[in-house]
């Protein structure tokens, strides 16, 4: 007699699948209403219009910009972290992490009040002729505060995990500390950099508070994919839906790219850190917040 | 060509004075805690002591005294490491884990490839020069790793139990790859079993509490142990008393009561001979099989009757092993069902003073 194919018991009770249930409709739907009210017969003319054209090569630009600076700040900042000892860690720690749960627009303030005319820094950089407001360096900045906790968050938790083992056996082998950040340190958090450089991509995409605030809306100058996406729906809703669903497959694309590929980084992971085991990653917002 | 080493950590209670000969290979041994990772750690450069002073082939690793502040990096010490687990790098072929010390040495990739194939070559790994460390097991990872190890051409091997995490048909495997590779090297060796000392170590050191407790040829070591510890690796049982002219008499605690005369071959210094030694601490050692187990004190000589209470029995080999008052006896497994032995009872261990060496400690 052959037993019918059952799934081992899970102990789920049946109200909590329930919740879970209505739990993933909060977010698919949104997505379907988006799909279901596009104006597909125009949508390439919608997509491909100047001012889409503009916000789409800015927004791409400016993020791919603001992941790299956030890889060559993020990895040294992890690093120290993680590895390092020094008095005010934790409070280090803890402030670098601040952007995640900051809303954004306030984050703007604050870079505003620290490169803007009047701000901390900005007599200085008048007098060496910098003018960071209000130009694409200050939406790659705004977009770098919001995305390097991402980074940091990612990175910092892969070095924990790994120990410091592998350095100090590379050190005995006779690698100066060097030669053991690029040979041994950097390739075993590589997965976790990749994770990390993708979330930061997608959250610099999706930023919209802090670099209206700080940047402002100047076609082709300062006006990113949200922002021109912000407009449009006053005044041309079908443009406003097609851009939308240009950043929602883009975050799709993101998620996948992140977590989604089987044998991609998410296998790697607990192979590279050996038996202790899990990837860290945070749970963060792909698309990011618009706020 | 040689070693030396003195140094303190006094967190960790750590004081140990220790040299090498130029081809010299030392087991340390100790129990847990004793501080044979820190002695690893503080020549590989991985801890800082408190104070001392170690050279390695005329080179200072350290120099750390008041008003003195001399320090060698890891890196340029020339003391590789070879831990428990082999650490390869995860995301190197294993020859290029192998190449990565004469890599880093600035050896060429092409001419560092050729050595370290060779080196794998000498740990019987060759087939495995172009294998992930994911893809090997502990056996092979660990052969690899010696390899890695001996290919950074280090003047001073450092192991830390290498033989701890593999399975029983491979540590004899790298035990004999060991032996071939250490002879004619500077080596330390930490490990836990008494073999890995008889089979590689031309000398032992047994660390208690952060201190040498005993320090010599790991034959001497072994025959004639001067702490418990060396003892208990050489399984034999350890009595620590006062020389008497004809034996020893106990000092007593352990569960053993104090004065009572233990006899045997004495073994004194040559000049003074036996005699000479009275009233100097000495031990009585004896292997297990010398006791014997009674339930009424009646049998043998008395003065190597010992009332104890039995706190344990266990297999060994086909004998049974009986515990009490810090002793061990073995003996038949007829014999102990015949007395009915049990934890808690109260039993008399006799030794055969023949079986007994005495010297002074």
């Given at each position: 007699m052959k037993l019918p194919a059952r799934q081992p018991y899970t102990g789920i009770p049946r109200w909590v699948s329930g919740l879970a249930v209505l739990a993933a409709l909060v977010v698919i739907l949104p997505l379907i209403a988006i799909v279901a009210r596009v104006n597909w017969a125009n949508f390439i003319p919608l997509v491909t219009s100047e001012s889409a054209l503009d916000a789409l090569g800015l927004s791409l630009r400016t993020s791919a910009a603001s992941t790299l600076l956030c890889i060559v700040l993020g990895v040294p900042l992890a690093l120290v972290l993680a590895r390092g000892s020094f008095p005010f860690q934790r409070l280090l720690r803890s402030l670098v992490l601040l952007p995640l749960v900051l809303p954004p627009v306030v984050g703007g303030i604050a870079l505003l009040y620290t490169?803007?005319?009047?701000?901390?820094l900005g007599g200085a950089l008048q007098v060496l002729g910098i003018q960071i407001a209000f130009s694409t360096t200050a939406v790659v900045l705004a977009q770098t505060f919001v995305a390097l906790p991402f980074l940091v968050v990612s990175l910092e938790g892969a070095l924990r995990i790994g120990g410091q083992k592998y350095e100090a056996v590379a050190a005995t082998l006779g690698a100066p500390p060097g030669v053991v950040f690029r040979r041994v340190t950097l390739p075993l958090i590589l997965p976790g950099l990749a994770s990390g450089a993708v979330l930061s991509f997608a959250r610099s995409l999706g930023e919209f508070g802090a670099t209206l605030t700080f940047?402002?809306?100047?076609?082709?100058?300062?006006?990113t994919l949200p922002l021109e996406i912000y407009l449009q729906r006053e005044t041309d809703p079908d443009a406003a839906v097609a851009l939308s669903l240009v950043l929602v497959a883009v975050a799709v694309a993101v998620v996948a790219l992140a977590y989604?590929?089987?044998?991609g980084l998410q296998r790697q992971g607990p192979a590279l850190w050996g038996r202790s085991g899990q990837r860290p990653t945070t749970p963060g917002t792909a698309g990011g917040t618009v706020r | 060509m040689s070693f030396s080493f003195q140094a303190a950590v006094a967190q960790r209670d750590f004081d140990v004075s220790l040299a090498l000969g130029p081809t010299e290979t030392v087991a340390v041994m100790g129990p847990n805690g004793a501080g044979k990772s820190t002695l690893l750690s503080t020549i590989a450069g991985l801890v800082w002591p408190d104070s001392g002073r170690a050279e390695l082939n005329g080179r200072t690793l350290f120099h750390l005294e008041s008003g003195i502040h001399q320090w060698t990096p890891p890196h340029r010490r020339g003391t590789a490491l070879l831990a428990q687990e082999p650490l390869l790098f995860p995301h190197l072929t294993a020859v290029d884990n192998v190449a990565f010390g004469p890599r880093s040495a600035g050896v060429p990739p092409r001419k560092a490839k050729e050595h370290a194939l060779q080196w794998l070559a000498e740990v019987e790994a060759?087939?495995?020069?172009?294998?992930?460390?994911?893809?090997?097991s502990g056996g092979q990872a660990q052969r690899v790793a010696v390899a890695r190890a001996l290919a950074a051409d280090p003047g001073l091997l450092l192991l830390d139990?290498?033989?701890?995490?593999?399975?029983i048909h491979s540590a004899p495997l790298l035990r004999r790859l060991l032996k071939r590779v250490l002879a004619g090297r500077q080596a330390i060796i930490v490990t836990h079993d008494v073999l890995d000392a008889l089979m590689l170590a031309d000398r032992v050191v047994v660390l208690e509490n952060g201190r040498i407790a005993e320090d010599g040829p790991t034959r001497d070591v072994l025959e004639r142990p001067r702490s418990p510890f060396a003892a208990g690796l050489a399984g034999l049982n350890f009595v620590t008393g006062t020389l008497t002219a004809s034996g020893l008499r106990t000092a007593g605690g352990q569960g053993i009561a104090p004065n009572l005369e233990i006899a045997g071959h004495l073994e004194g210094p040559g000049e003074s001979g036996p005699a000479g030694a009275a009233g100097l601490p000495g031990a009585a050692v004896f292997p297990p099989s010398a006791v014997s187990v009674f339930?009424?004190?009646?049998?043998?000589?008395p003065r190597n009757s010992f009332s104890v209470e039995v706190t344990e029995l266990e297999p060994h080999g086909d004998q049974v092993r009986v515990r009490g008052g810090g002793l061990a006896a073995d003996i038949t497994p007829a014999a102990s069902a015949e007395l009915g032995l049990a934890p808690g009872m109260r039993a008399h261990f006799v030794i055969k003073s023949a079986a007994v060496s005495i010297y002074a400690t």
């Amino acid at each position: 007699m052959k037993l019918p194919a059952r799934q081992p018991y899970t102990g789920i009770p049946r109200w909590v699948s329930g919740l879970a249930v209505l739990a993933a409709l909060v977010v698919i739907l949104p997505l379907i209403a988006i799909v279901a009210r596009v104006n597909w017969a125009n949508f390439i003319p919608l997509v491909t219009s100047e001012s889409a054209l503009d916000a789409l090569g800015l927004s791409l630009r400016t993020s791919a910009a603001s992941t790299l600076l956030c890889i060559v700040l993020g990895v040294p900042l992890a690093l120290v972290l993680a590895r390092g000892s020094f008095p005010f860690q934790r409070l280090l720690r803890s402030l670098v992490l601040l952007p995640l749960v900051l809303p954004p627009v306030v984050g703007g303030i604050a870079l505003l009040y620290t490169f803007g005319r009047q701000g901390l820094l900005g007599g200085a950089l008048q007098v060496l002729g910098i003018q960071i407001a209000f130009s694409t360096t200050a939406v790659v900045l705004a977009q770098t505060f919001v995305a390097l906790p991402f980074l940091v968050v990612s990175l910092e938790g892969a070095l924990r995990i790994g120990g410091q083992k592998y350095e100090a056996v590379a050190a005995t082998l006779g690698a100066p500390p060097g030669v053991v950040f690029r040979r041994v340190t950097l390739p075993l958090i590589l997965p976790g950099l990749a994770s990390g450089a993708v979330l930061s991509f997608a959250r610099s995409l999706g930023e919209f508070g802090a670099t209206l605030t700080f940047a402002g809306s100047l076609q082709g100058v300062t006006r990113t994919l949200p922002l021109e996406i912000y407009l449009q729906r006053e005044t041309d809703p079908d443009a406003a839906v097609a851009l939308s669903l240009v950043l929602v497959a883009v975050a799709v694309a993101v998620v996948a790219l992140a977590y989604g590929r089987p044998g991609g980084l998410q296998r790697q992971g607990p192979a590279l850190w050996g038996r202790s085991g899990q990837r860290p990653t945070t749970p963060g917002t792909a698309g990011g917040t618009v706020r | 060509m040689s070693f030396s080493f003195q140094a303190a950590v006094a967190q960790r209670d750590f004081d140990v004075s220790l040299a090498l000969g130029p081809t010299e290979t030392v087991a340390v041994m100790g129990p847990n805690g004793a501080g044979k990772s820190t002695l690893l750690s503080t020549i590989a450069g991985l801890v800082w002591p408190d104070s001392g002073r170690a050279e390695l082939n005329g080179r200072t690793l350290f120099h750390l005294e008041s008003g003195i502040h001399q320090w060698t990096p890891p890196h340029r010490r020339g003391t590789a490491l070879l831990a428990q687990e082999p650490l390869l790098f995860p995301h190197l072929t294993a020859v290029d884990n192998v190449a990565f010390g004469p890599r880093s040495a600035g050896v060429p990739p092409r001419k560092a490839k050729e050595h370290a194939l060779q080196w794998l070559a000498e740990v019987e790994a060759e087939v495995l020069a172009g294998r992930r460390p994911a893809g090997l097991s502990g056996g092979q990872a660990q052969r690899v790793a010696v390899a890695r190890a001996l290919a950074a051409d280090p003047g001073l091997l450092l192991l830390d139990e290498p033989m701890a995490a593999l399975d029983i048909h491979s540590a004899p495997l790298l035990r004999r790859l060991l032996k071939r590779v250490l002879a004619g090297r500077q080596a330390i060796i930490v490990t836990h079993d008494v073999l890995d000392a008889l089979m590689l170590a031309d000398r032992v050191v047994v660390l208690e509490n952060g201190r040498i407790a005993e320090d010599g040829p790991t034959r001497d070591v072994l025959e004639r142990p001067r702490s418990p510890f060396a003892a208990g690796l050489a399984g034999l049982n350890f009595v620590t008393g006062t020389l008497t002219a004809s034996g020893l008499r106990t000092a007593g605690g352990q569960g053993i009561a104090p004065n009572l005369e233990i006899a045997g071959h004495l073994e004194g210094p040559g000049e003074s001979g036996p005699a000479g030694a009275a009233g100097l601490p000495g031990a009585a050692v004896f292997p297990p099989s010398a006791v014997s187990v009674f339930l009424a004190d009646a049998h043998g000589s008395p003065r190597n009757s010992f009332s104890v209470e039995v706190t344990e029995l266990e297999p060994h080999g086909d004998q049974v092993r009986v515990r009490g008052g810090g002793l061990a006896a073995d003996i038949t497994p007829a014999a102990s069902a015949e007395l009915g032995l049990a934890p808690g009872m109260r039993a008399h261990f006799v030794i055969k003073s023949a079986a007994v060496s005495i010297y002074a400690t």
